[in-house]
């Protein structure tokens, strides 16, 4: 079917130290400037366009290739520190900081680095955002707005978090670590007309609040499958917060049988919850 949904690359970060390793120059160079989540989407968001073999950090922006960010803190620490600086006073306001105070800083970043024009898109839904990336991700190629993007979530935790966390704004169980997992995802048919990889198949995914089993199920019917046709069903994290789903979904992949068929099932301690069917290839 042409409007089939491949998984065609995977990268990952679990440490925004290791972020730079592999990247190439010029994004390295970026990445030093950046902020922390920054850091961590051009580390998985980069290893995963390099997986798909889509690399491309000069030349044109590719109109049709995108980028689409799920986060549940954003740029959390990147506002308090610059917060923090406020608090001394105007004229100590940082122009750096004030530019990565926006939630899609990250998204924009990538696109720069590796010349992404397409859709450019940051969106939240608590821990499950990662897993609600892919999915809009999906939409979006079924919708015909871009032949691939690079989709996952990223989170990156810090002192500011640790405090507003332990004052009970969000309780993640597990303490949070700081996490990016991105895939690439493109159209059956441009993945055939270029001769890519394929990791994988998206066939369904869903988003709900409250009871994940319900969420779980929609997911399955819109597949047309039933959960005893699922060789490897996996129940995120959220210590790994946005990454949780994205990093779930490639570790199922890579180790389900050829044809088998994988459920991922996140949930996030605020209530949002999503479920995503695929094909390991």
Same mark, same amino acid.
């Given at each position: 079917?042409?409007?089939?949904?491949?998984?065609?690359?995977?990268?990952?970060?679990?440490?925004?130290?290791? @972020?730079?390793?592999?990247? &190439?120059?010029?994004?390295? %160079?970026?990445?030093? /400037?950046?902020? /922390?989540?920054?850091?961590?989407?051009?580390?998985?968001?980069?290893?995963?366009?390099?997986?798909?073999?889509?690399? =491309?950090?000069?030349?044109?922006?590719?109109? +049709?290739?995108?980028?689409?960010?799920? $986060?549940?803190?954003?740029?959390?620490?990147?506002?308090?520190?610059?917060?923090?600086?406020?608090?001394?006073?105007?004229? =100590?306001? %940082?122009? +750096?900081?004030?530019?990565?105070?926006?939630?899609?800083?990250?998204?924009?970043?990538?696109?720069?680095?590796?010349?992404?024009?397409?859709?450019?898109? $940051?969106?939240?839904?608590?821990?499950?955002?990662?897993?609600? @990336?892919?999915?809009? #991700?999906?939409?979006? *190629?079924?919708?015909?707005?871009?032949?691939?993007?690079?989709?996952?979530?990223?989170?990156? $935790?810090?002192?500011?978090?640790?405090?507003?966390?332990?004052?009970?704004?969000?309780?993640?169980?597990?303490?949070?670590?700081?996490?990016?997992?991105?895939?690439? *995802?493109?159209?059956?048919?441009?993945?055939?007309? /270029?001769?890519? &990889?394929?990791?994988?198949?998206?066939?369904?995914? #869903?988003?709900?609040?409250?009871?994940?089993?319900?969420?779980? #199920? /929609?997911? *399955?019917?819109?597949?047309?499958?039933?959960?005893?046709?699922?060789?490897?069903?996996?129940?995120?994290?959220?210590?790994?917060?946005?990454?949780?789903?994205?990093?779930?979904?490639?570790?199922?992949?890579?180790?389900?049988?050829?044809?088998?068929?994988? *459920?991922?099932?996140?949930?996030? &301690?605020?209530?949002? =919850?999503?479920?995503?069917?695929?094909?390991?290839?």
């Amino acid at each position: 079917m042409t409007d089939d949904v491949v998984i065609t690359g995977a990268g990952a970060v679990i440490a925004v130290e290791d @972020a730079e390793a592999g990247l &190439p120059e010029t994004v390295r %160079s970026r990445g030093a /400037r950046a902020e /922390r989540v920054t850091r961590l989407v051009l580390g998985a968001g980069g290893a995963a366009l390099d997986a798909a073999g889509l690399v =491309a950090t000069d030349g044109p922006a590719r109109p +049709r290739v995108g980028v689409v960010v799920g $986060t549940a803190f954003g740029c959390f620490l990147t506002n308090d520190a610059y917060a923090r600086r406020l608090d001394m006073g105007a004229a =100590a306001a %940082s122009p +750096r900081l004030f530019a990565a105070t926006v939630s899609n800083a990250a998204a924009g970043e990538l696109g720069i680095a590796y010349r992404l024009g397409g859709p450019a898109v $940051t969106l939240t839904a608590g821990t499950v955002a990662g897993t609600a @990336a892919l999915g809009h #991700a999906s939409d979006i *190629l079924r919708a015909g707005r871009a032949d691939a993007l690079v989709a996952g979530g990223a989170d990156a $935790t810090g002192l500011g978090l640790k405090v507003w966390s332990m004052s009970g704004g969000f309780a993640p169980g597990a303490p949070p670590t700081d996490a990016a997992a991105f895939v690439v *995802l493109e159209t059956a048919a441009g993945v055939q007309r /270029r001769g890519g &990889p394929v990791l994988g198949t998206i066939l369904a995914y #869903a988003l709900g609040f409250g009871d994940r089993e319900e969420v779980a #199920a /929609r997911a *399955l019917a819109d597949a047309g499958v039933g959960a005893g046709d699922v060789v490897r069903s996996v129940a995120t994290s959220s210590h790994l917060l946005a990454a949780g789903g994205p990093h779930a979904l490639r570790s199922a992949l890579a180790n389900a049988p050829r044809g088998g068929l994988v *459920l991922v099932v996140d949930a996030c &301690p605020t209530g949002h =919850a999503a479920a995503l069917v695929a094909r390991a290839a």
